[in-house]
């Protein structure tokens, strides 16, 4: 691990002006490229203390050997050299979409003298215009098909078209007249190459005039009483209808726009792109990437830009691209698009009406398919068993863990302190067993107990499932306040499942993970070290640098961040802590919502709300008199007394939360403080 001092440049060798720079390691990689308005602000962020660091920017300065730069004219000339130097050295700390080259395309290769439609996939060449990308290649055949009714361009491959030039009789596409049969001279290449272009034109969007064209022969052509003509015009307007229909209308005003969608955790980020044209989608694509380095929302559709547009030139640029983050800052990216456009390119967040509603539909497929990389990455069983694999060896365990518990604390500032229990089997979520613990030993914020309690009382029930199923011949100790799901539990006998495996706590992990350093593996290991159990492994893994820690061990287990093992491990304990986190807020939102009216006998919740809703507020409610509570519809007298006694003997309840602002709000209905309570303060 390099200090960054040892190759920190000296003060007022940066210059300050705009620049692309590089970090190399001592093997002279490039490890990181990074664009900067002033090179010297920049930079100097970098060589700051450690400590005030971002963990992934502290691990690249630390694996860093030295760094150099290379100083430009403008921000728009820096952001064009680093995406050129992105691609040249593929650096390891660098956010890069892996861009999945099967999509494919329609094509028309205009640079040939016989321009051919077909299916295209992989890097985009030269005197080619693409349409798309579409989700399956059936789809475009499907349009290619109705569209070569009216335009009927060359379909065939350059070794069908020879052939059929030398033996002077067109293919099969020919003779039903789908295709003009250039190989044989029914019509010039000039005239093939003008077919060509305006089935180029009709696919970009610009469809009404040609439509409205056809129409306008059809009547000419019905007048003339030309009617074979007229149908048969007929039927090439039904089929290009047809071949319409197959890319709904979602913007009324015929937009060009590309509208990009970010999902994102702390690990992965997923990227969407429609393409719109004319106002129909035309395309769709996806990346998905690894966080390896700090980014913000803005930062990633920067970089998204940079690989959508890097190699596109002119129309392939649309007027419009809708983001859900503008770059910091926006304008150096915007004259970059227009540049490569050649013309004005609008990039904006929308606000309201289609194109809202449209980025809303591309934000659930960006959040689908980053779902969809996380469940596929881990339903593979050949990664599975390679992840238990690497867990095993990178913690010298004997055998491979098949089955994981995690283990995570959750409260809010010191209350509604709560803990999870997540059981993966094989590498999967094991939902039926996941367990939820209430922290009843004491009271504040103490991680470290906390997860020496909830150890303690799950390896407690554990012993008492082994002496009744007769394998434990010592008394076990016991625990009255051991609970499942958050309520205490009678120690009964307990069925099997539908597999002959004892239910609960009966079956032991082979690895117990806790969310935490040192500290937190430490109680953990006293825990169990108490009970006597010595057969059960123990790590933590850390956020802050995803480290794993061992018992005893001063220092950290460092997995590669390709690792399938550190994979598993992160979704372990982000599983462990959404579980923990959803249950610490339900506890909260049922005590903030509690009422004195709750507790009342014999009140319904009808009642309850009719007493509400005539009074205003639960204030006005305990200030009103019995006569005055006998005027609520329903509540008869000697509910009244009972209402009244109860609001006098209960002290204030603790006031409503609008839970969409954070504002409390008072009994008489008035908003009056708000609640620091945002969600970045859950843990």
């Given at each position: 691990?390099?200090?960054?001092?040892?190759?920190?440049?000296?003060?007022?060798?940066i210059p300050d002006s705009p620049g692309v720079?590089?970090?190399?390691?001592?093997?002279?990689?490039?490890?990181?490229?990074?664009?900067?308005?002033s090179l010297?602000?920049?930079?100097?962020?970098?060589?700051?203390?450690?400590?005030?660091?971002?963990?992934?920017?502290?691990?690249?300065?630390?694996?860093?050997?030295?760094?150099?730069?290379?100083?430009?004219?403008?921000?728009?000339?820096?952001?064009?050299?680093?995406?050129?130097?992105?691609?040249?050295?593929?650096?390891?700390?660098?956010?890069?979409?892996?861009?999945?080259?099967?999509?494919?395309?329609?094509?028309?290769?205009?640079?040939?003298?016989?321009?051919?439609?077909?299916?295209?996939?992989?890097?985009?060449?030269?005197?080619?215009?693409?349409?798309?990308?579409?989700?399956?290649?059936?789809?475009?055949?499907?349009?290619?098909?109705?569209?070569?009714r009216v335009f009927p361009v060359r379909t065939c491959s350059a070794g069908v078209f020879k052939r059929s030039a030398q033996i002077g009789r067109p293919c099969l596409l020919g003779y039903i007249g789908k295709c003009s049969a250039p190989c044989v001279g029914r019509i010039s290449a000039e005239e093939h190459r003008?077919?060509?272009?305006?089935?180029?034109?009709?696919?970009?969007?610009?469809?009404?005039?040609?439509?409205?064209?056809?129409?306008?022969?059809?009547?000419?052509?019905?007048?003339?009483?030309?009617?074979?003509?007229?149908?048969?015009?007929?039927?090439?307007?039904?089929?290009?209808?047809?071949?319409?229909?197959?890319?709904?209308?979602?913007?009324?005003?015929?937009?060009?726009?590309?509208?990009?969608?970010?999902?994102?955790?702390?690990?992965?980020?997923?990227?969407?792109?429609?393409?719109?044209r004319g106002g129909r989608v035309?395309?769709?694509?996806?990346?998905?990437?690894?966080?390896?380095?700090?980014?913000?929302?803005?930062?990633?559709?920067?970089?998204?830009l940079q690989q959508l547009y890097g190699e596109e030139r002119g129309d392939a640029v649309p007027k419009e691209v809708l983001v859900p983050a503008l770059p910091e800052p926006e304008e150096p990216v915007q004259q970059w698009l227009s540049g490569r456009r050649g013309s004005q390119v609008s990039l904006r967040i929308p606000q309201r009406g289609d194109k809202k509603d449209l980025m809303a539909t591309v934000q659930r497929n960006a959040q689908q398919a980053l779902g969809l990389h996380k469940t596929r990455r881990a339903s593979d069983l050949t990664t599975r068993s390679r992840a238990l694999e690497e867990i095993a060896r990178a913690l010298g365990l004997d055998t491979v863990p098949l089955r994981i518990e995690c283990f995570d604390i959750s409260h809010l500032q010191g209350e509604d302190v709560v803990a999870s229990m997540v059981v993966f089997e094989d590498g999967l979520a094991r939902k039926s067993e996941y367990?939820?613990?209430?922290?009843?030993?004491?009271?504040?914020?103490?991680?470290?107990r906390s997860m020496h309690?909830?150890?303690?009382?799950?390896?407690?029930?554990?012993?008492?499932?082994?002496?009744?199923?007769?394998?434990w011949t010592e008394e076990p100790p016991t625990d009255a306040t051991v609970e499942d799901n958050g309520t205490p539990d009678a120690m009964g006998g307990r069925p099997t499942d539908e597999e002959g495996r004892p239910k609960r706590f009966a079956y032991p992990p082979q690895l117990v993970v806790v969310d935490g350093g040192a500290p937190q593996v430490a109680a953990a290991r006293r825990a169990l070290d108490e009970l006597g159990i010595d057969d059960v492994a123990v790590c933590g893994l850390a956020k802050r640098l995803e480290e794993v820690w061992l018992p005893d061990d001063d220092d950290p287990v460092v997995l590669p961040r390709s690792s399938e093992g550190l994979y598993l491990l992160q979704r372990v304990r982000d599983?462990?802590?959404?579980?923990?986190?959803?249950?610490?807020?339900?506890?909260?939102?049922?005590?903030?919502?509690?009422?004195?009216?709750?507790?009342?006998?014999?009140?319904?919740?009808?009642?309850?709300?009719?007493?509400?809703?005539?009074?205003?507020?639960?204030?006005?409610?305990?200030?009103?008199?019995?006569?005055?509570?006998?005027?609520?519809?329903g509540v008869g007298r000697k509910t009244a007394e009972t209402v009244a006694a109860a609001l006098a003997g209960a002290a204030p309840s603790a006031p409503a939360v609008n839970t969409a602002t954070g504002e409390i709000i008072e009994d008489d209905g008035a908003p009056s403080a708000t609640l620091s309570a945002e969600r970045g303060q859950d843990r």
């Open positions: 691990m390099a200090d960054p001092s040892s190759y920190r440049p000296k003060p007022g060798q720079y590089k970090f190399r390691d001592d093997h002279g990689r490039v490890i990181y490229v990074g664009k900067a308005k010297r602000q920049r930079l100097a962020n970098y060589f700051q203390d450690l400590a005030g660091l971002h963990p992934r920017t502290r691990t690249m300065v630390t694996t860093a050997a030295s760094v150099e730069w290379t100083v430009v004219s403008t921000e728009v000339e820096a952001l064009q050299l680093e995406y050129s130097w992105i691609k040249e050295f593929d650096p390891r700390f660098n956010v890069k979409y892996r861009d999945d080259k099967s999509y494919p395309y329609l094509a028309v290769t205009l640079g040939e003298e016989f321009p051919r439609a077909q299916v295209m996939r992989g890097a985009k060449k030269k005197g080619v215009r693409y349409f798309g990308p579409y989700g399956h290649a059936w789809a475009i055949r499907e349009t290619v098909d109705l569209m070569l003008e077919l060509a272009e305006e089935f180029c034109d009709f696919m970009a969007g610009r469809t009404g005039a040609y439509i409205r064209r056809l129409e306008r022969l059809m009547q000419d052509a019905a007048e003339e009483l030309e009617y074979e003509r007229a149908a048969r015009l007929r039927d090439d307007i039904g089929a290009l209808k047809r071949a319409m229909e197959k890319s709904a209308v979602v913007l009324a005003d015929a937009t060009d726009a590309d509208l990009i969608a970010v999902a994102e955790d702390e690990l992965e980020a997923a990227v969407q792109i429609f393409h719109v035309r395309g769709q694509r996806g990346w998905v990437t690894d966080k390896v380095e700090a980014v913000t929302t803005a930062g990633l559709v920067e970089l998204a367990r939820r613990f209430q922290i009843k030993t004491f009271e504040g914020q103490d991680d470290v309690e909830v150890i303690g009382r799950r390896f407690k029930r554990y012993l008492q499932e082994k002496q009744k199923s007769g394998e599983e462990a802590h959404r579980f923990a986190l959803g249950y610490q807020r339900s506890k909260r939102t049922k005590r903030l919502k509690s009422s004195p009216l709750d507790a009342v006998a014999g009140l319904g919740g009808t009642r309850r709300q009719a007493l509400l809703k005539h009074f205003g507020s639960l204030k006005r409610l305990r200030a009103a008199t019995v006569d005055e509570i006998c005027e609520v519809p």
